[in-house]
Nanobody
């Protein structure tokens, strides 16, 4: 088994920055993909940024060039640096990991952290 623990989030003014972190712990053999999704009120959950094995990162178009996803493999942690935040970035952000635990492949989600961009 594994678990994801998120930190960061909060209230920020438009144009500001926030950092989200997510650490995976437990019986983990390999993390295949790890990143962040978000869900705004009344909308479906959408991909924000995800890093695949080999370090390739995919970003949602609206955050490309504003958000940066980094990964610390030794600590099984990803960090999402969010810059030039806009009100439309307001959402609950969920950490996601596609990992191998006890020879089984699983999808794990964090509990979610609120990001609110407002003046």
């Amino acid at each position: 088994q594994a678990q994801l623990v998120e930190s960061g989030g909060g209230l920020v003014q438009p144009g500001g920055s926030l950092t989200l972190s997510c650490s995976a712990s437990g019986s983990i053999s390999e993390i295949l993909r790890m990143g962040w999704y978000r869900q705004a009120p009344g909308k479906q959950r959408e991909l924000v940024a995800i890093m695949r094995d080999g370090g390739v990162t995919d970003y949602e178009d609206s955050v490309n060039s504003r958000f940066i996803l980094s990964r610390d493999n030794a600590k099984n942690r990803v960090t999402l640096q969010m810059n030039s935040l806009k009100p439309e970035d307001t959402a609950v952000y969920y950490c996601y990991a596609d990992l191998v635990s006890n020879n089984q492949r699983y999808n794990y989600w964090g509990q979610g952290t609120q990001v609110t961009v407002s003046s």
